[in-house]
């Protein structure tokens, strides 16, 4: 059970740090020389002892 509550931690700090960048970018769309900011993710696959 610890993997999958690593699992799901990791996708809802993903899911955060997502959401914190566009507000970010919302709050700040007017600023002058403002640069807006991506949230970036990556699947990769699962390894390890009881995986296919």
Do not use: I, W
Not at 2 to 20: C, E, F, H, P
Request: charged share 15%; net charge negative; hydrophobic share 40%.
């Amino acid at each position: 059970m610890d993997k999958a509550l690593y699992v799901a931690m990791t996708g809802a700090r993903a899911s955060l740090q997502a959401q914190a960048t566009v507000s970010h970018n919302l709050a700040n769309s007017d600023t002058p020389g403002f640069k807006e900011a991506l949230a970036n993710t990556e699947a990769f696959p699962v390894q390890g002892q009881g995986y296919a």
